[in-house]
């Protein structure tokens, strides 16, 4: 018995045996996968009406309730790929295996879990229409080529012989678990083939053209789960994918909007603890990473190693129309559909593209991009607000793209733009060997979505500070540029350094300069003799600002040993010693050797208890880190202070005052000599 389904292929509907028995050619219709014992499961889709986007209206009362059963919904299907995996034996035996055991068994859950929605709803305001038809699923045969390393080329065809298989047993050559729904060969393309395709509003009279940048990091901290706070709060693994965050650290499906007002972030400004996600980009190269064996990973599907970004920029832009509003606080915003492989492309927005083309941009391909060229992934989030509502029932309806002409729907407002630009250092698998040599990569998906790039999205919310919010409003109002990277950043603590650029006593020399130094080392290490200083955490001026323009002194601690150069290096600064007049230049014959200069007692620049030298980069840079170093004991003559030039600091008492002060005890001395000299003549002249 066979069944027909309609799915998404190409421009629109199009018919496919859904399931057929393995006589008929099998699941992926190529003589080659039959009696393959994954075959029946693997890159097959079930295709279900996404109950979600449909509950558009939800009374307060009943959103927990409803959020509670629309994640019980996917958490359904997740069931039935793993039920679909584990029956591959008994489906290629008997075809109505899948019907039976599998696919009329979920429609049943689901219209049970509908029926519960409609029934929350309906206690506390008008029952939905409709979402009982919403029950039922397809199964969906993978296309020829589509399995998951199937080695097929770039038009999907298989290869005929099998040995090109990465994947298409669940397993890589070391036998380390994968996926085994996608990527495909055919889910890439060379984007040099592909034509420039960005169009730019043209700005009008009264367009807000500033922008504000904020910076978050990569997510070097490894904060990952596979919840989702905005669509099933509540619920673990409410999003059946892993997702990387940045910005707010309490991100997870039980965080309340205090936890996330009161949380740390990773962004440079303390003022934005706004959340921003998506979901994470992996290498398909069979690695165990932390949730191999777990929902959200390994278990439904995602799995090799995930890839940090190697950048990620958070811009938000104005309006090609209008000035912007603030957005409200806690506003939730997700761009992008999770779920567009089976829905369909309406809301799908994500946009992949190479560093160097991003003037032509991919909604539905992987970029392969060529040698030195990174991976970029774009978010262009709604910008649009219905002025009331900070999220709606189906995530969506609250906010709004603007028109090709930046107008907003009627009732509207512009607020700024999230525009997310996120970087990968990956570089173009081979699609020839199904990702043998070279792994393939892809995000991660629900499993039924099977890693499709269209199917990528974001999700922010916003924890901005209202006076930051503020600022940004009247930054790109004003058609400035403005936050991290830039001169006019709210965070830098204007430029003070708010008192944390201390060099912490780490700028001292590594030794003090020896006699043989002492002809080219100047006798203090100055200022300037230490290079920039990481003055006290960057310079993070009290959790005012990044240090670009606040605390990041160029006298800070950590400083190398002073330059051996002291005519080029040393400041031209006033110090507590006089200035030198004359140095002494007379040789005093062999006795020099003899003779000590005596070591200096004095305040030098750098010393603790001696004003520092100004500030850098508008910063106050702290004091520099601890006292510098002095003269040694003993030198071979004193020529190292000659070469200090007449502004340069100077220990306090130069040569020709230590000179005048140590003739009378030369002049005795001699006389001494002379004494023994005419008493040992004398002597002989008695033999």
């Known amino acids: ?151 097929g080329d770039q038009s999907g065809s298989a290869d005929p012989t099998g040995q090109d298989q990465q994947q298409g047993d669940g397993q890589d050559q070391q036998g380390n678990q994968q996926s085994t729904n996608g990527p495909v060969a055919s889910d890439y393309a060379d984007i040099t083939s592909v034509q420039p395709n960005v169009n730019t509003p043209q700005d009008q009279a009264d367009a807000s053209r500033g922008t504000f940048v904020t910076a978050c990091g990569v997510n070097e901290n490894g904060l990952f789960n596979s919840d989702n706070v905005i669509v099933a709060p509540g ?38 603890k706004s959340t921003y996600y998506w979901p994470v980009l992996r290498l398909q190269n069979g690695k165990q990473e932390q949730d191999a064996d777990k929902p959200g990973g390994g278990t439904e599907g995602n799995s090799g190693q995930i890839v940090t970004a190697k950048a990620a920029t958070l811009t938000f832009v104005g309006n090609p129309k209008s000035k912007v509003v603030a ?21 799908a927005n994500a946009s992949w593209s190479c560093t160097g083309f991003e003037d032509r941009q991919l909604k539905d391909k992987y970029p392969l991009c060529p040698a030195g060229s990174d991976v970029v992934r774009t978010f262009k989030f709604q910008s649009c607000w219905d002025g009331r509502n900070i999220d709606s029932a189906n995530h969506r309806t609250h906010v709004a793209f603007e028109a090709a002409d930046g107008s907003c729907p009627a009732g509207f407002e512009a607020i700024p733009q999230l525009v997310q630009r996120i970087v990968y250092d990956v570089n173009a698998p081979s699609l020839q060997d199904g990702g043998k040599t070279t792994p393939l990569f892809a995000v991660d998906s629900f499993p039924e979505q099977q890693h499709k790039p269209v199917t990528d999205h974001g999700d922010f919310i916003n924890v901005f500070d209202e006076g930051l ?89 950590n400083a190398d040993q002073p330059s ?92 020709a005052e230590t000179g005048a002060n140590l003739w009378p005890a030369v002049a005795g001395a001699l006389l001494l000599v002379a004494g023994f000299v005419v008493l040992y003549r004398g002597k002989r002249s008695t033999r």
């Open 469 to 557: 919010m503020k600022d940004m409003v009247n930054c790109i109002n004003d058609g400035k540029k403005c936050g991290a990277g830039t001169d006019d950043d709210p965070g830098n603590g204007g430029g003070s350094g708010g008192g944390s650029g201390s060099g912490g006593g780490s700028g001292e020399p590594e030794a003090s300069p020896t006699a043989t130094d002492t002809a080219t080392a100047a006798p203090t290490a100055t200022a300037s003799d230490e290079p920039a200083g990481n003055g006290g955490n960057e310079g993070n001026g009290g959790n005012a600002g990044n240090g670009d323009n606040g605390g990041n002194g160029d006298n800070g601690g």
């Open 1 to 151: 018995m066979a069944a027909v389904a309609l799915m998404l292929g190409g421009g629109g509907l199009v018919a496919a045996n859904v399931y057929a028995s393995a006589s008929e050619g099998g699941w992926g219709g190529d003589s080659a996968q039959q009696g393959s014992p994954d075959a029946a499961s693997s890159g097959a889709t079930i295709d279900c009406p996404d109950v979600g986007t449909q509950v558009t209206s939800v009374p307060d009362e009943a959103k927990t309730e409803v959020d509670t059963q629309l994640a019980l919904l996917d958490q359904q299907i997740t069931e039935a790929y793993q039920k679909l995996k584990d029956s591959t034996e008994s489906i290629r035996q008997d075809a109505s295996f899948a019907d039976n055991a599998i696919m009329n068994p979920l429609k049943e859950k689901r219209a049970a879990t509908i029926g519960r929605i409609d029934d929350a709803i309906d206690r506390v305001g008008d029952r939905p229409e409709g979402l009982d038809a919403l029950a039922a699923c397809t199964l969906i045969a993978p296309t020829n080529g589509d399995q998951n390393g199937s080695g």
């Open 564 to 655: 051996a150069d002291p005519v080029t290096s040393a400041p031209d600064t006033e110090t507590n010693a006089p200035e030198p007049t004359d140095t002494q230049t007379t040789d005093p014959g062999d006795l020099t050797t003899a003779v000590s200069v005596p070591k200096a007692d004095t305040k030098t620049e750098g010393s603790k208890s001696t004003e520092t030298q100004g500030s850098s980069d508008n910063g106050s840079g702290g004091q520099v880190g601890s006292p510098t170093a002095t003269p040694p004991d003993s030198s071979s003559g004193g020529e190292s202070y000659a070469a200090v030039g007449p502004n340069q600091p100077q220990a306090q008492g130069g040569l």
């Open 327 to 347: 957005m409200p606080r806690l506003l939730r915003i997700i761009t992008g559909d999770a779920k567009a492989f089976v829905n369909g492309p309406a809301n």
């Open 235 to 272: 619920v673990t693994n409410g999003a059946h994918h892993f997702h990387d965050y940045i910005g707010n650290q309490s991100n997870n499906a039980f965080a309340s909007d205090d936890d996330l007002a009161k949380a740390d972030t990773s962004c440079e400004n303390p003022g934005d």
